[in-house]
């Protein structure tokens, strides 16, 4: 019986190389990556006349070579991955080559493709291939044109030269650029840091130019660096680092693996189901001008700028090459520009930071994608990225955390500076007084030593003033966005209060039509109730327009005296109809009689409105399970050594404070609700330390729900204050 074979007509090697990959650079690098498993130090690639058809492209190395056999039954057998029989190559590298569909695309881009390559094995030896394509392309089945390895005697070193001539189409400047980039980015611009046994370089100008901004030793110049590691187990840890390499704060496993967005289950999985990965990430601050580090102000800011046009972003690192196209212009796989824009606290961005993920994929969890632009979406590539944009939220809130507390703890310092300052240059210039006969004067025969002291003193007051002037510019401009919502919502409820009593009278008027044309009991049972309701909700929406402007009334923003215990149920009873319509009661335990706090009316306001709406919000969450609604208010004064305090806590009954840390609640944009804005409880917090008390969240308090607590200094009704 006549046994016959499967023939392949020359088109099929357009269809598995050219169209399946599309980018001559991802083929090129293909060759690249082979070069890689022969175990090279160094691969060269030359580009000779290639702006149009007809150039020539070089791709050279100083590996291991093959055999005249590993030629003919490795290098030209099309879709047998060479990681199955070894893993690993003599010099302990990761197989990181593939089935060779790059391959075919990248000898394909010219007419004619030539190997020479010499072994460790057989180094007195060169072998030579030669593939013609045309000559297969006219042919009518790939195999029908034989191909010949010739092997001669020779000196040289070892190693594989792959010369494409013919080049088909013309390398143009922008896939000069991209092959340059692919080639500098393969073990990237980390390599100062951690040193790299294999190295790449190509002769193009694109790639000179590159090199010089891509290969930059910027990394230093990082103000955090973020170091998240994922084990054998799958379980997450994370470093955040200042730029000194200090431990700024470490977690485990639970508070790294968290979500922080989002409603739902927020704990940690059990473990990711991903491949052991390290994942680093360098922070810059590109507007040194705001800080007064003298480190910032030798910055190379311009440089840095440019470096990270070209390797922003975070990169991913199989086996120590970098997969395409993970971290290329435009391609933002953790989405961590979207998380920016929606969180912008301290956040990184690809503009501002550079980062990798190492993975070296032992049991080849990841799996490429045929046209090698990445690995397919499967679970352990999925929780790969999920490890890495959980890492990356415990960095931004560990940030977010640091900053607020320089934040609220800088202007109070400030202020006690300039004070300081102010009285003891008041203290030289009286000492300074003409009046007094004792005392030199400025008339240039004065103390060399006063003038010194004055001149000192002076730098000192306009150096504090400076100082609380930066420590209060972050807050401006967190309030001077809710000044300009307050102000819109003033205006807003001022409109929306006429018509909330038209619509009043425009009820009451139907009301009074109907019960001329209908009974009384009629009226009962058919319209009282939808009246009334109607009524109501005019009302409800009256209050509603009327209490922003309650709290924006300008006198309450001068400082006087406020007793506390006196002012508490007033506040909180503007909020009374959007309490009672939710059917939740306020109950007050007030023993703070006579205790005077040194503030304003609006700031007082704040307080209590802010920790009210907070604990009212929470009984609409879904396992706010509890049938009463119950908010308890309560004042009490607290005497310690040569103080007193006020103790005020409001507790609720709902199902406690979840899904969110004890620290995190206080930082702006921090919230548990979808449509929150996560600034209430910050309010509070930097009100509190202008007045120089302190504040405390507790899980669950004495009702079952959520606890905050404020001490405040005071004064008594006797005269004993704080």
């Known amino acids: 019986m006549t046994q016959h074979h499967l023939r392949f007509a020359p088109q099929i090697l357009a269809r598995l190389g050219e169209e399946l990959v599309p980018h001559a650079d991802l083929g090129i690098m293909e060759l690249v990556r082979n070069a890689y498993d022969a175990d090279a130090a160094l691969c060269q690639l030359q580009i000779s006349e290639a702006e149009q058809p007809g150039g020539t492209l070089i791709i050279s190395d100083d590996g291991d070579g093959m055999t005249a056999e590993q030629l003919a039954n490795g290098f030209l057998l099309i879709g047998k991955s060479g990681k199955s029989s070894n893993t690993h190559t003599p010099k302990f590298r990761r197989k990181v080559g593939e089935k060779g569909l790059g391959r075919i695309a990248a000898l394909r881009l010219g007419t004619q493709a030539r190997i020479r390559t010499r072994s460790v094995d057989d180094p007195d030896f060169e072998h030579t291939l030669t593939i013609d394509w045309d000559r297969i392309d006219r042919s009518e089945a790939v195999e029908d044109v034989p191909l010949a390895i010739v092997s001669q005697r020779c000196e040289g070193a070892t190693g594989t030269t792959v010369e494409i001539s013919g080049l088909r189409q013309g390398i143009t400047e922008q896939d000069a650029g991209r092959l340059a980039r692919s080639v500098l980015m393969l073990t990237g611009p980390f390599t100062f840091a951690d040193g790299s046994a294999f190295r790449v370089t190509c002769d193009s100008p694109e790639f000179e130019n590159l090199s010089k901004v891509i290969t930059a030793d910027l990394l230093q110049w990082a103000e955090f660096r973020l170091v998240a590691e994922l084990d054998e187990q799958g379980k997450a840890s994370a470093t955040l680092l200042n730029w000194r390499g200090e431990i700024i704060k470490s977690a485990g496993h639970d508070d790294v693996g968290r979500m922080r967005q989002g409603r739902g289950n ?7 189901s991903a491949p052991p990965a390290k994942f680093e990430m360098w922070m810059f601050n590109l507007n040194p001008g705001a800080s007064k580090e003298v480190r910032l102000a030798q910055q190379p800011t311009a440089e840095i700028k440019a470096w990270l046009r070209e390797v922003g972003g975070v990169h991913l690192y199989h086996r120590q090459l970098r997969v395409q196209p993970y971290g290329d212009t435009g391609n933002d796989w953790l989405i961590i520009n979207l998380r920016r824009v929606a969180s ?12 990798r993920i190492q993975v070296e994929d032992s049991d080849d969890l990841l799996q490429p994608k045929t046209d090698r632009s990445g690995f397919v979406d499967n679970l352990p590539f999925l929780e790969l990225q999920e490890f890495a944009k959980r890492s990356l939220d415990w960095s931004a809130e560990q940030r977010l955390e640091l900053r607020e507390q320089r934040r609220i703890g800088a202007a109070p310092k400030a202020r006690d500076r300039v004070k300081e300052a102010e009285k003891q240059f008041r203290n030289l210039l009286e000492a300074m007084n003409p009046k007094d006969s004792d005392a030199p004067t400025l008339d240039g025969v004065a103390d060399s030593a006063v003038l010194e002291s004055f001149t000192a003193g002076a730098s000192e007051v306009f150096d504090s003033q400076r100082q609380e002037i930066e420590a209060l510019r972050e ?44 009974s009384e009991d009629e009226y009962k049972e058919r319209f009282h109730s939808s009246i009334e309701n109607s009524i109501d909700s005019a009302k409800t929406l009256e209050t509603f327009a009327r209490l922003p402007l309650t709290l924006l009334t300008k006198k309450k923003r001068q400082i006087t005296d406020v007793e506390f215990d006196r002012e508490c149920p007033a506040i909180i009873r503007l909020f009374s109809r959007y309490l009672d319509e939710r059917g939740i009661q306020v109950e007050f335990d007030l023993d703070a009689e006579g205790a005077i706090v040194r503030s304003t009316i609006a700031d007082i306001e704040s307080i209590l409105s802010n920790l009210i709406v907070n604990a009212a919000h929470a009984f609409t969450r879904t396992d706010a399970i509890r049938p009463e609604r119950t908010i308890r208010v309560r004042t009490r004064l607290v005497a310690e050594e040569d103080s007193t305090r006020l103790c005020l806590c409001v507790d609720d009954s709902g199902p406690g404070i979840k899904d969110i840390s004890l620290s995190a609640i206080w930082l702006p944009g921090k919230t548990t609700r979808d449509n929150g804005t996560g600034l209430g409880l910050t309010i509070v917090r930097d009100i509190v330390a202008d007045l120089r008390g302190t504040q405390e969240a507790r899980e669950h308090g004495e009702l079952g729900g959520a606890g905050i607590i404020v001490w405040l200094p005071v004064h008594t009704a006797g005269g004993q204050g704080a």
């Open 344 to 355: 912008p606290e301290v956040r990184p961005s690809t503009n501002n930071s550079v980062g």
């Open 475 to 518: 807050d401006l401009l967190l309030y001077r966005t809710l000044a300009t919502v307050g102000t819109s919502t003033a205006v807003f409820a001022h409109e929306a209060m006429k018509p909330a009593a038209r619509i009043i009278n425009e009820v009451k008027t139907v009301s009074r039509r109907v019960k001329q044309h209908v």
């Open 266 to 272: 927020r704990d940690a999985p059990m473990r990711f």
